[in-house]
């Protein structure tokens, strides 16, 4: 009896003394990476909550609103784009890993196969945006004024030999028109939400290069808490890197 009370106030002290981060992420690869260091950080003594949203507003607003502790699921440039637009001082603690975004079709096999005046889709936030014209200018498909501006918009397509028509989307949502449009520039999280496969069904994908890197994101207020420094630290061990490589098999690269 003794030792099971013993038991009991040695799990309650551990309990008191937790440090506790609720994290929002887009559900792939953002939350069963964070799943999956949940045990570490357990013996670390930090509870690791993972609330999942499927958009990238919320997730940002919420840890500026201090309703959550941090965020994964965006690249600094998103992050970036995001300060500036809603006046937010939101913050980089790690960068983790790279999702090349991909062209993909329901229709052709091929970019070169694009009919004339078909109709493309891409993300419609500024960042994603700008990136998707950036890998069709590199494909060949198009041309831009500035092939080095990342916020490039359709406005900015200085040639556009097929004439392609853009549609800008939400990115989750493009998943869901793949098959009513002829081709779709989708981020690697939604596209394996989608079941695809980036390395077979991409018609054109970001190379390893990309400076797009998906990071750990909060406040400037709680950026180096010790809980915050640990969730860093397990998001950048050898056990992350092999989860990624095995699981995603190049559909998501590690960054570390």
Do not use: C, W
């Not at 992420?25 to 003594?45: D, Q, R, S, W, Y």
């Not at 999280?189 to 980036?198: G, I, Q, S």
């Not at 630290?233 to 690269?253: C, D, M, R, T, W």
């Amino acid at each position: 009896m003794k030792k099971l009370l013993a038991v009991v106030a040695a799990v309650a002290a551990f309990s008191a003394h937790a440090e506790s981060l609720t994290v929002a992420a887009t559900p792939v690869p953002h939350a069963e990476i964070l799943n999956f260091v949940k045990p570490a950080l357990a013996k670390e003594g930090v509870e690791l909550k993972v609330k999942e949203f499927t958009d990238y507003i919320q997730p940002n607003v919420q840890v500026a609103e201090k309703r959550l502790d941090a965020n994964f699921f965006q690249h600094q440039p998103y992050l970036d784009e995001f300060n500036k637009a809603k006046g937010t001082n939101l913050v980089s603690v790690a960068g983790v890993h790279i999702e090349p975004l991909g062209v993909y079709s329901a229709k052709v096999k091929k970019l070169d196969e694009l009919s004339s005046g078909a109709t493309v889709v891409i993300p419609n936030d500024a960042t994603n945006g700008g990136r998707a014209l950036l890998l069709l200018d590199k494909a060949g498909v198009i041309k831009l004024k500035d092939n080095k501006n990342i916020l490039s918009t359709v406005k900015d397509v200085a040639e556009n030999p097929k004439s392609l028509k853009f549609r800008e989307l939400e990115a989750a949502t493009i998943p869901r028109v793949l098959t009513q449009v002829d081709a779709a520039l989708i981020n690697t999280n939604y596209a394996l939400e989608a079941k695809l496969n980036p390395e077979k069904d991409a018609l054109a994908i970001e190379g390893s290069d990309s400076p797009y890197v998906n990071i750990l994101v909060a406040r400037p207020d709680n950026k180096d808490s010790d809980a915050m420094k640990k969730l860093a630290a397990a998001l950048h061990s050898p056990e992350v890197k092999q989860f990624i490589n095995e699981k995603y098999k190049g559909a998501v690269v590690p960054a570390f």
